[in-house]
Each structure stands twice: as structure tokens, then as C-alpha cells.
């Protein structure tokens, strides 16, 4: 690493996790799927989300590890670097009968995952799978944020795995290089925030795999530092533009898991198409503000931003 310091600053966070908090946060009976060992740090795991009003109750213990990665943090002109340090983790050694799947999705309404925890090998993506065939069994409304990470496997393993699971998502999540990396469906156009290139992948998932929605990130990357930040929704039938913010970043990690739990949020509450989208952003942009993979804001913070209040002025 550039800056390796000789001082590590340890939180909790990880995909799932994050927009489990964020639901959390906004009110809504959100549960956590995982397992972990019952050592002091898997339990400091579980209280950690415990704490922030996620339920724990189905998360199975066991195992050794709690899978850890290493993050460097950018700036200005110098990226952040990610090293991943998962193999032989309680979840990547997971098994499929370790989870009920109809005692778990029982009274439940939305099931949520990432392309991050299929990635990590083992059985996860049988996991998955049969965790989204529950689901669907149930008519329970399935999302998936696409997430490649391609330090933890290959675009021919992600295009397999992906192109089987999605089959029973209702809602993609994604952003350009996502999509390009993983189906190799790209914008008809490219430039910043070109709505009609945008809309051309987001039609193009959704007919590939019969998406209800397809919702994409659009980041304009201008520094480390500093972002543009806006969002589309496509309902099926239009695409819905966000405005756009401009970020001072302070944290952007779980900055796409706090854009889902936005969107999980505004859907299940009736939000419009477009209300939806702002929604989304608005509590991602928030999330970049803050330190630490947990978006740490409250519903009303986010519809403060959503309707134009972005002052940053000190509330007294």
C-alpha cells in the first residue's frame, strides 16, 4: 500500500449487512442471513448489528473466521485499494443445510443479496440459489446488486453463477461496469450522465432476464475525493432520472449498499418511479459522508436531501 499506516481501524460492514442497517434505520423489520463463528469477534458482529435494530435471530454460528478485507483510502488523485481476506471465513465454509430457508422467510416480503457472496466460492452459490428459489416459492419480491468483484473471481465465473441466480430477481441493482463485466451488455452511447446510454443497458438487462426494475448508479468520478452522484430507475416501460449531487467523500464504501437500501426502502413504502430514484440517492449520497460501511442516517435526513434541503448547515 502507498500510505500503509502502522495503526488498523477495525468496524463491522459487508453488502447484505449494510442495507439490512439501512432498512433498519428507516424503520422497517430488517433480518441478517450469515454465519459466524460464537468467538468474541463473530459475537461483537452480531451485537454490532443488534445494536443498530437488525434482527440476529437466524444467523448461524460456526466455523473459525470472520472473513476481514483490508481497505486503503484514497484521495485526491490516489484510489483507494481493497484487499480481500475471505477464504476459509464461517460463511465461505458454509454448507446448505445450515440455513431453513422456509423458517427464515417466513412473514418475511423482500429477500435481498449481492454478487459479493456467491464470489466468495464454497457452496454459496448453490446457497444462493436455493435461498432464491424459497424465496420465489413464497412470492417474496427478490433483488440482487450485481457487484463484480473481480479479486475474488472471474468474469466467466460471475457470468455463470449471475446469469443462473438472476433468473429470479424481480429488481437488479448495478452499475455500468457491472454490467459490461459480467453479461458484456454496454450503453449504446457512452459520456456523463448520457440518459439514453444508461437506458439502453438497463432495457437491455431487463430483457435478458425479464427484470421489473432495473435501478443503476451513476457515478462521475472526478477525483477520489470528489464524485458526481445521481441514479435511474427503469420501471419497465421509462426510465426516471435522479438529480444529481456533487460529494466531498469522507467514506464511500458501502455507498452502493446504502443506494439499495434506499431503493428497497422507496419501493416498499408505494414511493413513485421517480420519488423512488431520488429517494435511493439521496441516502447514498448521504452514506458518503459518513465514516464506516453503515449508512448511519435516519429517514427523515434522507427526504430532507431528496426534496432539496442539501445546505449542510449546522441544525440547532
Known amino acids: 500500500a502507498a500510505c500503509l499506516?502502522?495503526?488498523?481501524?477495525?468496524?463491522?460492514?459487508?453488502?447484505?449487512?449494510?442495507?439490512?442497517?439501512?432498512l433498519a434505520n428507516y424503520g422497517m423489520r430488517a433480518a441478517f442471513v450469515t454465519r459466524l463463528p460464537s468467538h468474541a469477534i463473530g459475537q461483537g458482529a452480531v451485537n454490532a448489528l443488534r445494536a443498530l435494530g437488525v434482527d440476529t435471530s437466524h444467523i448461524v454460528r460456526g466455523g473459525d473466521r470472520v472473513g476481514i478485507y483490508y481497505l486503503e483510502k484514497g484521495a485526491s488523485q490516489r484510489g483507494s485499494v481493497c484487499i480481500y481476506d475471505r477464504a476459509y471465513s464461517a460463511i465461505q465454509q458454509a454448507k446448505a443445510e445450515d440455513f431453513d430457508w422456509d423458517s427464515i422467510f417466513e412473514d418475511a416480503v423482500w429477500f435481498h443479496f449481492t454478487g459479493i457472496t456467491p464470489a466468495l466460492g464454497g457452496n454459496l452459490v448453490e446457497i444462493c440459489l436455493q435461498a432464491c428459489q424459497a424465496a420465489k416459492a413464497k412470492g417474496i419480491k427478490i433483488s440482487c446488486d450485481l457487484n463484480y468483484r473481480g479479486k475474488l473471481w472471474s468474469r466467466a465465473q460471475a457470468r455463470a453463477a449471475m446469469t443462473e441466480l438472476c433468473r429470479y430477481v424481480d429488481v437488479c441493482i448495478a452499475n455500468e461496469e457491472d454490467a459490461k463485466d459480467i453479461f458484456s451488455i454496454e450503453a449504446a452511447d457512452s459520456g456523463k450522465l448520457n440518459k439514453s446510454g444508461y437506458?439502453?443497458?438497463?432495457?437491455?438487462?431487463?430483457?435478458?432476464?425479464?427484470?421489473?426494475?432495473?435501478?443503476?448508479t451513476l457515478r462521475t468520478s472526478l477525483s477520489a475525493s470528489d464524485n458526481n452522484w445521481a441514479?435511474?430507475?427503469?420501471?419497465?416501460?421509462?426510465?426516471?432520472?435522479?438529480?444529481?449531487?456533487?460529494?466531498?467523500i469522507?467514506?464511500?464504501?458501502?455507498?452502493?449498499?446504502?443506494?439499495?437500501?434506499?431503493?428497497?426502502?422507496?419501493?416498499?413504502?408505494?414511493?413513485?418511479?421517480?420519488?423512488?430514484?431520488?429517494?435511493?440517492?439521496?441516502?447514498?449520497?448521504l452514506k458518503h459522508s459518513v465514516e464506516g460501511d453503515f449508512n448511519r442516517v435516519t429517514c427523515n435526513e434522507v427526504e430532507k436531501l431528496a426534496s432539496g434541503d442539501g445546505s449542510g448547515r449546522v441544525q440547532r
Open 5 to 22: 499506516q502502522s495503526n488498523i481501524q477495525a468496524t463491522f460492514g459487508g453488502g447484505e449487512a449494510n442495507v439490512a442497517v439501512s
Open 199 to 216: 437506458e439502453s443497458v438497463a432495457r437491455q438487462l431487463a430483457g435478458q432476464f425479464g427484470f421489473e426494475k432495473v435501478a443503476i
Open 250 to 285: 469522507v467514506d464511500r464504501v458501502g455507498g452502493g449498499d446504502s443506494f439499495a437500501g434506499g431503493l428497497i426502502y422507496a419501493l416498499l413504502s408505494g414511493k413513485s418511479a421517480q420519488d423512488t430514484i431520488e429517494f435511493a440517492v439521496a441516502a447514498s449520497a
Open 231 to 248: 441514479g435511474m430507475l427503469y420501471d419497465g416501460t421509462e426510465c426516471h432520472v435522479s438529480k444529481e449531487y456533487h460529494l466531498h
